[in-house]
C-alpha cells in the first residue's frame, strides 16, 4: 500500500532511508527539507503497520528569463533492502509523479541511476538544457506539462540541497 507519509513515520522514515543508502546523508536531507517547509509530497510504502518504502519530492524553480516555472526534485527514493526488487521503488515513483502532476507541476527532476529511471520517463537528454549543480546521464528530467522543458533554464534546488 502507497500512502501519504505522515509525521508519526518520520523516524522510521529515517531508518529506512540510512538502511537503504548505508549512511545518513539522506536522511538528514529529507529533514532539513521538512524543516524548511520545502516538501511537496511524501509517501510510504507500508504492508500492515511495516514501513519498507519512502520517496519524497521538494520544491525546484526552473528560471528563465522571463519566468520562473515551478517543477519538482524527486529525492530520495528508499527502500529497505530486504524488499527491494520487489516493485516498490516503482509503485513509489508513479504515486510521486501522479501527485507532482496534480499539483501542477511542469517537470520533475532526479539524479540519478541512469538505468532505473528511465522506465519511468526520465532522459538525460530532456534535462542537458539546464543550468544545474548536476550533469552527465545521472542527471534526468520528466516533462509533465509539454513543451515546459523546450526553454531550459536554470535550476534551483531547495536551500536543504546546499547546491
Given at each position: 500500500?502507497?500512502?501519504?507519509?505522515?509525521?508519526?513515520?518520520?523516524?522510521?522514515?529515517?531508518?529506512?532511508i540510512?538502511?537503504?543508502?548505508?549512511?545518513?546523508?539522506?536522511?538528514?536531507?529529507?529533514?532539513?527539507?521538512?524543516?524548511?517547509?520545502?516538501?511537496?509530497?511524501e509517501?510510504?510504502?507500508?504492508?500492515?503497520?511495516?514501513?519498507?518504502?519512502?520517496?519524497?519530492?521538494?520544491?525546484?524553480?526552473?528560471?528563465?528569463?522571463?519566468?520562473?516555472?515551478?517543477?519538482?526534485?524527486?529525492?530520495?527514493?528508499?527502500?529497505?533492502?530486504?524488499?527491494?526488487r520487489?516493485?516498490?521503488?516503482?509503485?513509489?515513483?508513479r504515486?510521486?509523479?501522479?501527485?507532482?502532476?496534480?499539483?501542477?507541476?511542469?517537470a520533475?527532476?532526479?539524479?540519478?541511476?541512469?538505468e532505473?529511471?528511465?522506465?519511468f520517463?526520465?532522459?538525460?537528454a530532456?534535462?542537458?538544457?539546464f543550468?544545474?549543480?548536476?550533469?552527465?546521464?545521472?542527471?534526468?528530467a520528466?516533462?509533465?506539462?509539454?513543451?515546459?522543458l523546450?526553454?531550459?533554464?536554470?535550476a534551483?534546488?531547495?536551500?536543504?540541497?546546499?547546491?
Open positions: 500500500m502507497i500512502r501519504d507519509a505522515t509525521p508519526r513515520d518520520f523516524p522510521t522514515i529515517r531508518a529506512i540510512r538502511h537503504a543508502f548505508d549512511r545518513a546523508d539522506e536522511a538528514n536531507l529529507v529533514e532539513g527539507l521538512r524543516a524548511d517547509g520545502d516538501v511537496l509530497c509517501f510510504v510504502a507500508a504492508r500492515d503497520v511495516a514501513l519498507q518504502g519512502h520517496i519524497l519530492y521538494s520544491r525546484l524553480r526552473i528560471e528563465r528569463a522571463s519566468e520562473t516555472i515551478e517543477a519538482a526534485a524527486l529525492a530520495p527514493v528508499s527502500v529497505l533492502p530486504h524488499f527491494q520487489q516493485g516498490l521503488g516503482g509503485d513509489l515513483i504515486a510521486g509523479n501522479a501527485r507532482c502532476a496534480e499539483l501542477g507541476c511542469a520533475i527532476i532526479v539524479l540519478g541511476h541512469a532505473y529511471y528511465p522506465r520517463g526520465f532522459s538525460a530532456a534535462a542537458e538544457s543550468e544545474a549543480p548536476f550533469s552527465g546521464p545521472h542527471f534526468m520528466l516533462e509533465l506539462k509539454p513543451g515546459a523546450k526553454a531550459g533554464g536554470r534551483r534546488y531547495a536551500k536543504a540541497f546546499g547546491v
